[in-house]
């Protein structure tokens, strides 16, 4: 579905929104400033500081299969808590035309530190390379 016959106007306004940060995200990603921080088979994880100063993380490998079955597992609760053992709620809440969703996350707190939580939007595209995309954002919800 394109983005222009999306009717439902906040819709649009997500998947747009989606879109746009994926673009910023894979600008960010194709840079040179990326430090190799571990390598697997034919995965690598890499980390930098963004330009807001936090710590952003990337990785590479093959999907093999189906794009959207992939961005599914990575982006499933059960997925994401195996390997961040802070995360204490994902709660994909919205779907959105274009292989877009909001996914609420909610982190425990710790000693002094509170709780927080974070709404993601992800998206997933092949971009004219035929590299397969998948990418999230912390957004605020419209």
């Not at 969703?101 to 707190?109: E, I, L, P, R, T």
């Not at 998206?123 to 919800?141: A, L, N």
């Amino acid at each position: 579905m394109e983005i222009e016959k999306i009717k439902d106007i906040n819709q649009r306004e997500a998947v747009e929104l989606a879109h746009k940060k994926a673009i910023e995200i894979v600008d960010l990603a194709n840079s040179k400033k990326w430090d190799l921080i571990k390598r697997k088979d034919d995965v690598q994880a890499f980390t930098m500081n963004s330009p807001d100063g936090f710590k952003i993380v990337k990785g590479e490998g093959y999907i093999y299969g189906d794009i959207e079955q992939a961005s599914r597992v990575l982006q499933s609760p059960d997925f994401q808590k195996a390997y961040d053992n802070m995360l204490e709620i994902v709660d994909e809440f919205e779907l959105l035309p274009c292989q877009s969703s909001f996914v609420y996350n909610k982190f425990k707190g710790q000693l002094s530190v509170s709780s927080r939580d974070i709404v993601m939007l992800g998206t997933f595209f092949v971009d004219d390379d035929g590299r397969k995309i998948i990418v999230t954002s912390s957004v605020e919800h419209p």
